[in-house]
């Protein structure tokens, strides 16, 4: 679809629609991770490195009550055809 190779037999809405669905593609940031987010394993592993020992779900409890607190910021990132959470700090 990239640059509407190949659309010779197409009419000029749908060439139109098909750069304009290149373009949303191009726009979703589903499938970029940001410099200042990390996810579950990420936090567990950096637990562990401090001698902190903590299971997933206590770990995945813990970053869920400070998204509700306010403290931190979720949203679902796309890898490998999978939606996973990835967290920030909140503003």
Sequence with gaps: MASNQRTRGLDKS????L???DW???QDDTARRRDDE???IEYI????A???????RTAYKKLDEMVRCGKLK???LSANGCFRNVYSKAQ
């Excluded at 592993?45 to 562990?48: D, P, Q, S, V």
């Excluded at 401090?50 to 997933?56: A, F, I, K, S, Y």
Aim: a positive charge; charged letters at 25%; aromatic letters at 4%.
């Design 19 to 21: 750069s304009a669905l």
């Design 74 to 76: 979720k949203r679902k």
């Design 24 to 26: 949303v593609l191009q």
């Design 14 to 17: 749908t060439r139109n629609t």
């Design 50 to 56: 401090n001698g902190v020992d903590l299971p997933e």
């Design 38 to 40: 990390f996810t579950l």
């Design 45 to 48: 592993a950096a637990m562990k």
